[in-house]
Structure formats: C-alpha cells, structure tokens
C-alpha cells in the first residue's frame, strides 16, 4: 500500500516528459473523447494530455512536422511523379520530384 502511494506521488511530481509512454497512455486513456491511444507515440500522448491538464508548452523543441505528415507528403508526391512519368514529363521536372521526395525520406529519420 505504501509503494503504491509513493508511485503516486512520484508519477504526479514527475514531469510528463519523463513518463514512461506506458504510464501516458494510462493517463490519456481516463480522458473522455480521446481515440486511438494505442496508436500514438510519446509526443502525441504528451501533447494531448498537457492539452487536457492545460499545461502550456514552454520551452519544448517542437518538430515542424511530424513523421505521419512527411510520410502523407512522400507518398503525395510518389503519386504526382508516376502520374508524370505516365504522361511523359520531362526528365528535369522528374529528377526533381525525386529530389524532394529524398530530402522529404531522410527528415523522417532525423
């Protein structure tokens, strides 16, 4: 009974940062109208639950985008360059959407 207590108190002094991503889907889990925790990473479970306890984001190095919108961009534009290549496109304008869409693969793994 007393760890238990004492894991309480820890997790609550504790910042979210620090969280186990175990412990912030337990925690997002009890908040109505939330979906698809089991689905989430770390940033977005933080970002929802600082959103529900209404903890502003100081500080936080904040990425642009995240690696589900590059991933979106990425296969956008796969999409545009077979349409292209279909159509026959020139090769620069096609050298050039695989450019971006390299530049676009090598920010998901930053």
Sequence with gaps: MA????????????????WTVKELREEALQI???QGVHGMNKEELIRILKEHKGIADTG???KSTSVRE????VGELKRIKEEERGQGAARKRLDALRR???????KTRQ
């Design 32 to 34: 109505p109208g939330v």
């Design 70 to 73: 590059l991933k979106a961009k």
């Design 60 to 62: 936080a190095k904040k």
């Design 3 to 18: 760890e238990k207590k004492k894991e309480m108190k820890d997790k609550k002094t504790k910042a979210l940062d620090k």
């Design 100 to 106: 971006k869409i390299s530049r676009l693969k090598k």
